[in-house]
């Protein structure tokens, strides 16, 4: 059976929609109004007027089963535009942005450069009184490997995306370098025994 009649068989299947996730979809919220500043836990509104863009990330995704969504209102905002009738979303706190510490809301052109450091040393690196990349994907794993409901759409941010990548590939490091847009989609599918398929990444309305 080829993997994408197995994810159409699971999709039929009420007693696998009502428990283990058949497909995560990572959406990253639309662009943030951060005013040219750092904002991971600092609570910014979104830009949601793109609608043609916004409806085509609709279509693409087809209505989920489930939705998650990060307490920020950038991430509350964005799943309102995407799916206006299905009411107030399930936020799970969880799954907000990595903290940055002292550097919220420091503009980002005074942010200190840390290009050349080594992936990993990256990774662990943590802002003065907050949390490393590596912490956030320890945080996030956990709720993603037990969401429930069939194909479960996640709205949150960037560190999340690229945390749910970091589990799919068994490495923090090199999850660093994927590029996470605004209103993009990542898809990632369990095959169980903690091994995922990645189907998409970044995928972005033309």
Not at 47 to 59: N, V
Not at 111 to 128: E, N, Q, S, V, Y
Not at 160 to 184: I, K, N, Q, T, Y
């Amino acid at each position: 059976m080829t993997k994408q009649k197995r994810a159409a068989r699971e999709r039929e299947n009420p007693t696998v929609n009502g428990h283990a996730a058949t497909e995560l979809m990572l959406i990253r919220h639309a662009p943030a109004l951060h005013g040219g500043r750092l904002c991971g836990r600092m609570d910014v509104p979104a830009d949601c007027s793109d609608t043609p863009r916004i409806a085509a990330l609709r279509d693409r995704i087809g209505r989920p089963d489930r939705i998650l969504v990060s307490p920020a209102l950038r991430c509350r905002q964005t799943a309102g535009a995407l799916w206006p009738d299905l009411g107030e979303p399930q936020t799970d706190a969880t799954l907000w942005e990595q903290d940055f510490g002292h550097w919220e809301g420091m503009a980002f052109a005074d942010l200190p450069d840390l290009g050349p450091m080594p992936p990993d040393d990256l990774a662990k690196h943590r802002p003065p009184g907050g949390e490393s990349f590596a912490d956030l994907c320890t945080r996030i794993a956990p709720v993603l490997s037990s969401a429930q409901g069939g194909r479960v759409a996640i709205v949150a941010h960037a560190g999340v995306v690229r945390a749910g990548l970091a589990l799919a590939l068994g490495s923090v490091p090199a999850a660093l370098g994927f590029e996470v847009a605004p209103l993009s989609l990542t898809r990632m599918t369990p095959l169980g025994d903690g091994r995922w398929s990645v189907g998409t990444v970044n995928w972005v309305a033309a």
